[in-house]
């Protein structure tokens, strides 16, 4: 214990006795020598002591102050209190009957302690109302130890957690900065606060995630912000908040169902320089959301997998509505469902993987459901610009009152983009019109793959196939469909003009010429005529239908395949198989 002293009088000292008492204790009285000139200070040794757990005081005084002619004998004692504790480590909890009442009065113990190992903070049963700053100054041992916040009861049901007060600005019950390796499980996280009292709220949201974060998991949690009659479009309603100034890294968002706002989760890098980085959302429930299920601008290897998005249903008029916006993103976009009530955009990404066109990545798999029952906007299922990607196995379900506001896919055209586009479904549905519908936009498409459609489309000239035939910027399209031979006959007779190589399985095998001249073009041909011929049909009997999850998982490369419901009519056993080549 070391004690520091001054001299603040107009006499040097030459020598002085100092008494002190430890936790009450008189100690050994400590004489100093030397010569302290006025405004000079000394540090000295007074003694050796051992602290106990919990509050430790010393108490250091002047002992000669009758010898001296001191004027101020007030400032010749000093108190010193300090609480001695243990490193936090293992399980610790919060509530009624926890170790600590709330997790502000944790934070103060880790901070006067620190840790030693990694910590995991359970909650009891019970509401909770917090805003707490998780930053590097408030939890020590940052990148050595990790924290979970958890309910004891692993429940996410029986644990809530609001904010203290209806929020006037940015705020959430956990807030991040500058921290790595934070867990969020079994929790219900809340943007409403507990001391509502019918106030207007200006924000509402349950995390926020800010400058460079690391190693951050959300997962199996309840995320719950404010739903009103009023539709919520503002960013200020967005149920996960990530827009940092400086980088944040691996960040997973995983199992929850997350409801209410505006945004579902909502992520905004600094800048293409300085984007958010490695971001995991999978298997969540975002449902509910007014504007957009998942917002992501500036972020670089995205894996958006699995999830469904459902916009909110309401009386009130809806607003336009995003399944999955991205823009200056790289990443993936696997098995999600889709479903918006006034969809806008099933998934719109913009600039997306424009580095990548060597090796582009998945849109796949997904389902894409969307309605325009008020006839206000335009309902696009796919949206690619200045993108790379490999576009297969997605289904697109639109309808509208005006069928012209309806758009499967649509594809604008850059040189630094890669698509890909196979074996998709897109189905087009409007009340009663038949005016065309375009699957696709006109511009920049390159390779559309498999369409599937009803015959009653051809005839009533709902789809752009009689537009693709005369579109020589396409290098190839296969079409399959039930095609009735009258049909059939109208198309050759319209379109006796153009390039147009069409047979059957049985024909190529009864014809089958090898190649007189080889060059790109025959080459290209005489490979779709094998792939028709070397193809191998498997059927498949559904007993009961098949639900999402089956026909996600299900291998469509593995085999060709003939989908046929028991007990229906066959429809898809009298398939023509129909190559379009342009020359």
Known sequence: LYLVISNIGTDSITSATFAWTFNGVTQTPYSWTGNLKTGESDTFLLGEI???AGKNNVVAWFADANTWNDNNPKNDTIFSESDACSSLSGLVTIGNGGDFASLEELIDKINSCSMNGDLVVAYENGTYSQNVILDNAAIWGKGNYSITFTSLANNKDSVIILQKDVPTARTAPFMLSNIENISFKHLTLSGYSSNDAGEVYKYSTA????????N????SCNIVIIDTSVILTSINYSSIYIAPTQIPSNIRITNNDISGGAYGIYIKG?????????????????????????????????????????QRVTTVPQKQFYGINLNTVTGEIVGNKIIGENLYYGIYASTFNDADVTNPPLIANNEIIGHDSKGTTANIGIYLSTASSRVYHNSVYLSAIDENRLRAMVITPSSKQKIDVQNNIFVISHDGHKNTVFMLDKSGNRVIGLMVTDINSLTDNATELTDMLRRRSLCFAYIVTPFASSLGEQIMEEYSEAPLFACTKGFLESNDVSVRSENALTIELNNQIRNVIDRKLLPIYLENGWDWTEYKEFNFEKEDCRIIPVGETPVLQNLYNIIITFL
């Open 216 to 219: 951050i998991e959300i997962d």
């Open 50 to 52: 051992t602290y106990v």
């Open 270 to 310: 600094n800048s293409k320089g300085r984007s958010v980085k490695d971001i995991y959302i999978a298997n969540n429930n975002i449902y509910d959301i007014n504007a957009y299920g998942i917002y992501s601008n500036f972020v670089m290897n995205e894996k958006i997998i699995n999830n469904t998005i459902t």
């Open 207 to 214: 995390i926020i995630i800010g400058d460079t974060c690391s």
